[in-house]
């Protein structure tokens, strides 16, 4: 079992949905990650929390310590949210999810 | 300010060669990070130098190496390629020891034939 598991893998939804994406694992951290990725590779940083709650834009995401498990919502989705959205824990290091692949459609 | 740079960006080897790989930080960050990421998955810690030195390392032979320049700068070298290797290679840069964050390269993409 990996230390982190993101739900689902794959996620297509319409311009305009409420997106959510999960995140749990399972090992004490010390902050979580949520990052996006671009076909082209490079990865940014979209959220680093280490408890409640962070808003940027359309992006919310949550954490709650005591179920780890973390959420990643997406509000008004669209097309230009297309990516590879990946939930990293800090523990020592960084661990990673295998990321959730989102396209939405126009 | 400069974000993370890595060169080349892409890169082809043949097996049994070595590669070395570049990643220049951003500035005011004295840590970095390396991460391999194969195709369809999220990316492996390789290792991670603090002030030149190497502190933390993952599950990773001892032919992936790695070298952190005094202006903080940062190579991983990987000898004896192997096919397995062919991945995206991801160096961050942070300004503590990641809990302040990381800022991430574009990366890149070796290819061993």
């Known amino acids: 079992k990996n230390e982190v598991e993101q739900s689902p893998q794959n996620l297509t939804a319409q311009e305009g949905e409420f997106i959510t994406i999960n995140c749990s694992y399972s090992?004490?951290?010390?902050?979580l990650h949520w990052l996006q990725q671009h076909p082209g590779g490079g990865i940014v940083s979209l959220f680093m929390l280490s408890s409640g709650k962070k808003k940027h834009g359309r992006l919310i995401a949550t954490i709650n310590i005591q179920e780890k498990h973390s959420s990643l919502h997406i509000t008004a989705s669209h097309p230009r949210d297309s990516a590879v959205y990946i939930c990293a824990v800090r523990y020592q290091k960084l661990v990673f999810g295998q990321g959730t692949r989102l396209t939405i459609n126009p | 300010e400069t974000g993370v740079t890595q060169s080349p960006t892409h890169l082809i080897k043949t097996r049994g060669q070595q590669v070395t790989l570049r990643c220049s930080s951003q500035?005011?960050?004295?840590?970095v990070s390396w991460y391999q990421q194969a195709l369809g998955q999220g990316p492996q810690f390789i290792f991670q130098?603090?002030?030149?030195?190497?502190?933390g390392r993952g599950n990773f032979p001892p032919r992936f190496s790695g070298l952190q320049f005094p202006n903080y700068s940062s190579e991983l070298n990987v000898n004896a390629l192997e096919l397995d290797d062919s991945a995206l290679y991801l160096c961050?840069?942070?300004?503590?020891?990641?809990?302040?964050?990381?800022?991430f390269g574009s990366g890149t993409r070796l290819t061993v034939v």
């Open positions: 130098y603090y002030r030149e030195e190497e502190n």
């Open positions: 500035s005011g960050h004295n840590t």
């Open positions: 090992v004490g951290i010390s902050a």
């Open positions: 961050a840069s942070s300004p503590g020891q990641g809990e302040l964050g990381y800022t």
